[in-house]
Each structure stands twice: as C-alpha cells, then as structure tokens.
C-alpha cells in the first residue's frame, strides 16, 4: 500500500510540474512516463481538480489544464517609522506563504526581508507593494516601490555613463550605496537562490534564471518607476541557503564572501564589441574585493587584445593576490587570452 501511494504522489507531482508547459497533452505526457493508461492518468487529474491545485478548461474532446491559485495576496505599506521587515515577515507573509520545506521558507524568509529592507533604507520612496501568488508548484513574490529606481541610484553614486552599467554592479556582489550599514550582498545571494529573480527599473530590465547558472539578461525596458522585484521559486526545491552561500565562500572558519562570476557578456552593448582597456577595467571594478573572480565568457565569440591584456596580464599584476579565472571561453576567446598570458606576470 506504501508503495502505491508512493507511485500516487510521484503521478501527481509530475502532473504539477508539468501541467503548465503541456496544458493540452498532459494526460497523454503522464502515462507515457509512468507507463499507465490514460484512464489512470484521469482519475490523478480529477483528484487534483477535486483537491483546488487543478483547473479544467474546455470540453471533454479538447480539454486543457492550468494550475489553480492556492493564494492571491497583496498589500500596500506606507514606509516611515514602525516599519520593519521581520515584523511585516512574521505577521503577514510567513502566514500567506503557508506551509513549506523548510529549505524553501528559509529561502523565503532571507530573500524577502532583503528585498523589503532595500525599498525601506535605500528607495526613497513612499509606498512599498507586496504581491504574493502562490500555486501547487511555485510561488511567485514580488516587491516594488516608488522610490528612485535602483539603477538611476547606482548610476548617480558611481558616475556611471549608463544605467545599465549598474547591473554589472549588482551582478558582481558587494555594491551597496550605503557600506556604514550594509554590506551589498543581499541581492547577489538572493538572485542566485530562486528558479527566476527580475529587476525592473527605469529603462532597464535584469533577470537571472538559476537553470541558465551565471547567465543574466538584460535589456532595454519600457519603462518602470521605482524599482520592481519578482521571485518565483519551485515549493519543493532542494536548493538551501547555505548551497548558495557555499558557492561563493571561502569555507574554514570565517565563511567570507571571497568569490564572484562576473558576466562578461553584460560589458557589451548592442553591437559592442570587447576590444578596448577601458571596457575591461569597467569590467574589473571592485572585484579586488573578492579572493577569486571567475568571467563567464558565454555568448562572447571573440575580444580584443587591449581588453585581453588588461583582464589577465595587467590586472592580476597589479593584483597577485587575486586568482583570474575564465570559463565558457571560445577558441578565439582562448587564443585571445592565451596570448596575453604569454607575456607573463612582472
């Protein structure tokens, strides 16, 4: 019977996972994988719809199915004094998130009292809107405020020419506009422990999608005021806090974030290509901040030898301290790189 109900569980759980990418073939997909009939395959789905996490559509000879909401949740907080983030956690969104793993609350809890701390400390904004929408599968979470916009912020403190040189920033860890308080690196841990986490801001739009590792994505936007986070994550992920930090620490005793992927690809604009100096210490910015820093040359088919020599001759000269690492290099990247290192340390 164990076993049975074991099977049972497995059935439906695939059935979850899967429903929204085949909404019109998901019978059919189930008992293909587990080798049932697609009678069976019904009796799984109607237990699903009888249960809220399913919902049907259409007639019988064309039915599809979607996942059903099991929480629609918003609410609007005025930021001023009294306003704190462990307590709007405790109070309103630990309850609405329902009951978890407790890896995925833990993800929850630290991603979510980041994102709210940085719209109350850092926004200079008003208002500040939670949004919470919760199915069998995953959880979406989203935080926005009408503050100055995130990047516009970074752009003013660095004197960036760019607004989209601020995602570099982010990206590479330890940037916070405020260091007598914070540390910077809650939205690199935070966007590296979710299936998706967007930025929205101004004209720019940032997504990291933990499939994808180190490859972020960005471009132009319409238009955002203020700056808008969402993070989806899967309800029965395996992935845990301490996973993610681990990648990016030191280990022994003092557990310090000592390491940084950088993606070089989000040096380049449009058509740019990497070819000068400048673009490679734009690149390297405050990363003599980390012990190792590995760039992710993904989507790079070729760069310049000036921006060669600087990444990975003159710069870890001027920083022997510090381990350069390239990955995801293409046979040009490599000759490139191969040809500044020949030259060899001073």
Not at 15 to 30: E, G, M, N, Q, Y
Not at 213 to 240: F, P, Q, Y
Not at 288 to 301: A, S
Request: glycine content about 8%; charged content about 25%; some cysteine.
């Amino acid at each position: 019977m164990t076993r049975v109900r074991a099977r049972g569980e497995a059935v439906r759980r695939f059935i979850i996972d899967s429903v929204a990418k085949h909404p019109k073939d998901i019978s059919r997909l189930t008992a293909a994988k587990f080798g049932i009939s697609r009678q069976a395959v019904n009796l799984h789905l109607r237990r699903l719809i009888n249960e809220g996490a399913l919902r049907p559509d259409g007639a019988t000879s064309n039915r599809s199915y979607k996942l059903a909401p099991l929480v629609t949740w918003e609410k609007d907080y005025s930021i001023g004094e009294g306003l704190a983030e462990d307590r709007v956690w405790m109070r309103d969104i630990a309850p609405c998130l329902g009951q978890m793993p407790q890896n995925v609350t833990d993800i929850w809890h630290y991603a979510f009292t980041e994102m709210f701390n940085n719209a109350l400390e850092h926004s200079e904004g008003s208002t500040v809107h939670v949004a919470i929408d919760k199915t069998a599968a995953s959880t979406d979470l989203g935080v926005s405020d009408n503050g100055v916009g995130i990047f516009k912020k970074i752009q003013a403190a660095l004197g960036l020419d760019d607004e989209r040189h601020s995602v570099l920033e982010l990206a590479k860890g330890k940037f916070t506009t405020d260091p007598a308080n914070h540390s910077g690196e809650g939205i690199f841990f935070s966007s590296r422990m979710f299936d998706d986490f967007i930025i929205r801001s101004g004209e720019v739009f940032f997504d990291h999608e933990f499939a994808a590792d180190e490859d972020w994505i960005m471009k132009r936007d319409s238009g955002v005021m203020g700056t808008a986070v969402l993070m989806t994550l899967s309800n029965h992920t395996a992935r845990t806090t301490k996973k993610v930090f681990d990648r990016f620490t030191s280990g022994g005793d003092d557990y310090g974030f000592t390491k940084t992927v950088v993606p070089v690809k989000m040096a380049t604009y449009g058509d740019d290509n990497l070819v000068s100096r400048s673009q490679a210490q734009r690149l390297l910015a405050r990363v003599d901040r980390f012990k190792v820093v590995v760039l992710d040359f993904d989507g790079i088919d070729a760069m310049g030898q000036a921006f060669a020599d600087e990444a990975f001759r003159v710069f870890p000269n001027h920083h022997p301290e510090i381990d350069v690492l390239g990955i995801n290099m293409r046979s040009a990247v490599k000759r490139m790189v191969s040809r500044a290192t020949s030259a060899g340390r001073t």
